[in-house]
């Protein structure tokens, strides 16, 4: 028809394409454009953020002859969804600097990556920025403020937010749940729940019940669990989802109810998908059933044949129970199909900003010497409080002696130290882990909070921990 070469077609061509996901498509239209405008640049970085491919992304942004916001925020929110929150804030720094313009879906990409990385004063920056531009009271940045707050463990400043934003939505009202419920406030998310439904314009949906749920998971709450699950279809028409159920199963799970979390999960209406099973398998290793383990575990393994987390969790559960042969089995199928497990990284934010890593047993900090010696004074006073290394939380075949060092070097731990050689005790130290803490890492936590009279918040990839005065927030139930 002669439009081929037509530059609006082209860039709808392109956009066609990337939705579709098909970036080679999408390359090949780009590449045979004999004029190119900045739509065209800004969508081969979307195609290329959206397949996760980062590094093609970044060659063709800085080919880009010319750059406007919609380019830049493009970066900024393919950072973001691809896990890359440091870079996301480069971008967000970089465009705050140039003096380029920002808008909500910019800022909902920093506000992002601020949460992933869990970092307080990068969260407040952002917050400014937003109110700067004229952002305070638009409903999606606050509801995403509201998120972000949540999960950089600060829960008050999140419902500070929440409670001076004029104008709330069911995504604010789920926000706010959701950040409630990881931080162990049940009965604050459930009466939240409560103020929501009796307002005539904000409706709950799926979102608002897998954070009423997960409250109620993180706190022991059965028959509240069961009444909100029935609410939700019977009351509010929402047919659950595998995510509803993934909360019911944990719930139960965690409450010791193995058995009947089985029964759920066989009695599902949709097909359980690997958060199921996922849950169903992490209860078991709370609870010793190497039974159940293993029927999880066997639906995992062919749901998810490269979740290594799946594999660790089971052959876990099966040393916890000394059964060493089945271990070795579970380990040889994991090198068999080339799976290394994901190393334990704790990160802990300084006074300037700058976040540091740590890994398990890690030696590349330049002041390792210092925080490990910190770390064995520390211990030593814990010991004296009444401190006793919960050496199962190694489940390795190996002496007592030499789990107690494994555990000396266990990510968070590193991390405590540093916070408190950097800070100082009285303090507030902030943690963020990829993995569950595990059980002597807990009650460590929880002697250093009364013996350092620091409060300690933990974010580990299932909800955060609040160690203050020899006490946690989720009460020794997680």
Same mark, same amino acid.
């Given at each position: 028809g002669g439009f081929d070469k037509h530059r609006f077609v082209e860039n709808s061509l392109i956009g066609a394409y #990337?939705?579709?996901?098909?970036?080679?498509?999408?390359?090949k239209v780009f590449d045979e454009m004999v004029v190119k405008d900045v739509i065209s @640049?800004?969508?081969i970085v979307v195609a290329y953020s959206k397949s996760g491919d980062m590094g093609c992304a970044e060659e063709v942004f800085a080919q880009c002859p010319v750059? &406007?916001? #919609?380019? @830049?925020t493009a970066m900024l929110t393919g950072y973001a969804q691809n896990s890359m929150p440091a870079k996301a804030l480069e971008v967000f720094d970089r465009m705050a600097t140039i003096g380029m313009g920002i808008d909500e879906v910019s800022l909902t990409g920093a506000i992002s990556a601020c949460a992933q990385l869990g970092a307080v004063r990068r969260a407040a920056w952002v917050q400014e920025i937003a109110e700067r531009n004229g952002f305070g009271q638009n409903v999606i940045v606050g509801s995403g403020l509201v998120d972000m707050y949540a999960k950089c463990g600060?829960? &008050?400043e999140a419902r500070s937010v929440f409670d001076g934003m004029q104008e709330k939505n069911v995504y604010t009202y789920s926000s706010m749940i959701v950040g409630l419920a990881s931080h162990g406030r049940a009965k604050e998310?459930?009466?939240l729940f409560k103020d929501m439904v009796r307002r005539a &314009?904000?409706?709950?949906?799926?979102?608002?019940?897998?954070?009423?749920?997960?409250a109620c998971s993180h706190a022991g709450m059965v028959r509240d669990g069961h009444f909100y699950f029935a609410q939700m279809k019977d009351k509010y028409g929402i047919l659950p989802s595998a995510d509803h159920y993934t909360c019911m199963v944990d719930l139960l799970g965690r409450a010791g109810l193995v &058995?009947?979390?089985l029964d759920l999960v066989r009695s599902m209406i949709v097909e359980p998908h690997g958060g199921? @099973?996922?849950?169903?398998l992490g209860a078991c290793r709370i609870h010793g059933n190497t039974d159940v383990a293993k029927v999880a575990a066997e639906h995992l393994f062919k749901l998810e044949p490269e979740g290594i987390g799946n594999y660790v969790l089971l052959s876990n559960t099966l040393a916890s129970a000394g059964k060493w042969d089945e271990v070795s089995k579970v380990r040889k199928l994991m090198r068999t199909r080339g799976l290394k497990k994901d190393p334990a990284v704790s990160s802990f934010e300084g006074r300037d900003g700058l976040v540091h890593q740590f890994f398990a047993g890690d030696n590349s900090h330049p002041k390792t010497n210092e925080i490990k010696k910190a770390l064995l004074e520390l211990a030593a006073k814990l010991k004296h409080a009444g401190y006793v290394p919960i050496l199962t939380s190694i489940v390795y075949d190996v002496s007592d002696g030499e789990k107690e060092r494994l555990l000396m070097g266990h990510s968070e731990k590193l991390a405590l130290s540093f916070g408190l050689l950097t800070l100082g005790s009285r303090c507030t130290i902030r943690i963020v882990k990829n993995l569950r803490i595990c059980d002597d890492c807990h009650l460590f936590m929880r002697l250093a909070s009364r013996i350092e009279q620091a409060e300690i918040i933990v974010r580990d990839n299932m909800r955060f921990h609040h160690f203050k005065d020899g006490e946690c927030s989720c009460g020794g139930f997680w």
């Open positions: #990337v939705a579709c996901g098909d970036v080679g498509a999408a390359r @640049w800004t969508s750059k &406007d916001m #919609v380019a @830049w600060l829960i &008050d998310a459930i009466a &314009d904000v409706v709950p949906n799926h979102v608002t019940f897998i954070g009423l749920l997960t &058995d009947e979390a199921v @099973w996922g849950a169903l």
